[in-house]
């Protein structure tokens, strides 16, 4: 599975964005998609994520109320969009996948799968 991330960007604090990750077909059905987040001299955490079914959906408790993600099969894309967004969001956010998950895990090392990483700015 190859996954490409895109639309991070500098933005300022209270905005928006939306990050998308394209899957190569013809494996974005079977595979269970999250979204991870790395800062300087952090860990990598983990944001948010969908089955590949797309009934199951999970949070870090830092982002819910203020992301959604959502998956569309016809462009073999997961979306992150991201609202009233604040300076401690500022991170490269990647995309993961992995086919054996049939639940949204937090864990990086459950997703077989990386994106190349998007950087998200967000100033105060």
């Known amino acids: 599975v190859q996954l490409q991330a895109s639309g991070g960007g500098l933005v300022q604090a209270g905005g928006s964005l939306r990050l998308s990750c394209t899957a190569s077909a013809p494996t974005f059905s079977t595979v269970t998609m999250a979204w991870f987040r790395q800062a300087p001299g952090k860990e990598r955490e983990f944001v948010a994520g969908i089955t590949r079914s797309g009934r199951r959906i999970g949070y870090a408790d830092s982002v819910k109320g203020r992301f959604t993600v959502s998956r569309e099969g016809a462009k073999n894309t997961v979306y992150l969009q991201m609202s009233s967004l604040k300076p401690e969001d500022t991170a490269v956010y990647y995309c993961?996948?992995?086919?054996?998950?049939?639940?949204?895990?937090?864990?990086?090392?459950?997703?077989?799968?990386w994106g190349q990483g998007t950087q998200v700015t967000v100033s105060s």
């Open positions: 993961a996948a992995d086919e054996g998950l049939s639940v949204v895990r937090s864990g990086v090392d459950q997703y077989a799968y």
